[in-house]
T-cell receptor, first 112, second 117 residues
């Protein structure tokens, strides 16, 4: 069965600092991988996705993620965090079906 | 283009009562999905409509949950009678096609936070 682990429940960073959110997955074949963000009062918004090809994926809002098959990881990064990035971030994995499997989420707190 | 909308944003009810959640998908999206996130847990799939037909309801927890999508437009999710463990955030999503995640993107609404006391 497929699964996603986001080991950090909360992450606190200072504005302007770099960010890395961790995601490890379990999936039997080449996965489809996603990062979503939910800001307060908003719906889940797709930040980026990986299906195949280049393992470094660029997304919206200056985010990127790197697929590392050997580590079963798909960590999300941003070089400089803005206060508006404070939100909850969800990693998800999927495959041939249309139903993604989500992690528990990581809540990002940004200090001024 | 309007996104997926959900109503209400919050609902607080007592155990044993009935609650109905509503989801309006993006116009033209035949596929509508319901998910639920129990506090601190993963977001989990509940069911999937294609137009007005239930395509997959394998994630529905029990028969206290009833989902409908009359006319293939908006959908409702009724919980009757509500139990404490039903508390959580209920998300709705819609998409144009449903062959696989590689073919389409699901657009999520803001969710309805349900609290059962």
């Amino acid at each position: 069965a497929q699964s996603v682990t986001q080991p950090d429940i909360h992450i606190t960073v200072s504005e302007g600092a770099s960010l890395e959110l961790r995601c490890n997955y379990s999936y039997g074949a080449t996965p489809y991988l996603f990062w979503y963000v939910q800001s307060p009062g908003q719906g889940l918004q797709l930040l980026l996705k990986y299906f195949s090809g280049d393992t470094l994926v660029q997304g919206i809002k200056g985010f990127e993620a790197e697929f590392k098959r050997s580590q079963s990881s798909f960590n999300l990064r941003k070089p400089s965090v803005h206060w508006s990035d404070a939100a909850e971030y969800f990693c998800a994995v999927g495959g041939g079906s249309y139903i993604p499997t989500f992690g528990r989420g990581t809540s990002l707190i940004v200090h001024p | 283009e309007a996104g997926v909308t959900q109503f209400p944003s919050h609902s607080v009810i007592e155990k044993g009562q009935t609650v109905t959640l509503r989801c309006d998908p993006i116009s033209g999206h035949d596929n509508l999905y319901w998910y639920r996130r129990v506090m601190g847990k993963e977001i989990k799939f509940l069911l999937h409509f294609v137009k007005e037909s239930k395509q997959d309801e394998s994630g529905m927890p029990n028969n206290r949950f009833l989902a409908e999508r009359t006319g293939g437009t908006y959908s409702t999710l009724k919980v009757q009678p509500a139990e404490l463990e039903d508390s959580g955030v209920y998300f709705c999503a819609s998409s144009q096609v449903s062959t696989s995640l590689g073919q389409d993107t699901q657009y999520f609404g803001p969710g309805t936070r349900l609290t059962v006391l």
